[in-house]
């Protein structure tokens, strides 16, 4: 089945530290691949999205693109800040369901 | 962009009590909507997919019996938890398909259940 596998966390980085959030999936067909986010207290958002290979999603100065070759997409950002401090997901979705991996919780410091 | 709301954030009862959360989806039609259950510092896992107007698909694992899923309308979904217990304490957060076009879903902020 198809399956989603993310870098353990927390990932601690200093205010402006370049930031990676590895992910892999496994999957049959041509899924579309999900960054979400949770912020402490909230509900889960859509980050961004890239529905084909070679496809790249952004949003919030977050990038991620769609490598079918390597099944990976992580997530880049090339100056966190403090408010980016929360739980990051990757997800997967071919026909209906949508499939998470466990999740990466982001730390950054002044 | 797309809402959807859940009802109640919180939620205290007693043992043995069942309990009824609610996920609508404000501004469009959802066909298809999704319950998932979110332990502490863990990733989300999918309880069931629930169907407008027919019955639940449910994960293996997940008892049938005792999460009640409904989805009368094409903007109301309901989870019931019945007879609870301490152990069924958890987050439950519901999403919604707003059509295979845009492929993602949207979130409700969850439901926080705590089983005295």
């Known amino acids: 089945g198809n399956s989603v596998t993310q870098m353990e966390g927390p990932v601690t980085l200093s205010e402006e530290a370049f930031l990676t959030i590895n992910c892999t999936y496994t999957a049959t067909g041509y899924p579309s691949l999900f960054w979400y986010v949770q912020y402490p207290g909230e509900g889960l958002q859509l980050l961004l999205k890239a529905t084909k290979a070679d496809d790249k999603g952004s949003n919030k100065g977050f990038e991620a693109t769609y490598r079918k070759e390597t099944t990976s997409f992580h997530l880049e950002k090339g100056s966190v800040q403090v408010s980016d401090s929360a739980v990051y997901f990757c997800a997967l979705r071919g026909f209906q369901k949508l499939v998470f991996g466990t999740g990466t919780r982001l730390l950054v410091s002044p | 962009g797309a809402v959807v709301s859940q009802h109640p954030s919180w939620v205290i009862c007693k043992s043995g009590t069942s309990v009824k959360i609610e996920c609508r989806s404000l501004d469009f039609q959802a066909t298809t909507m999704f319950w998932y259950r979110q332990f502490p510092k863990q990733s989300l896992m999918l309880m069931a997919t629930s169907n407008e107007g027919s019955k639940a698909t449910y994960e293996q694992g997940v008892e049938k019996d005792k999460f009640l899923i409904n989805h009368a309308s094409l903007t109301l979904s309901t989870l019931t938890v019945t007879s609870a217990h301490p152990e069924d304490s958890s987050f439950y957060i519901c999403?919604?398909?707003?059509?295979?076009?845009?492929?993602?879903?949207?979130f409700g902020e969850g439901s926080r259940l705590t089983v005295l």
């Open positions: 999403s919604a398909d707003r059509g295979p076009q845009t492929g993602e879903l949207f």
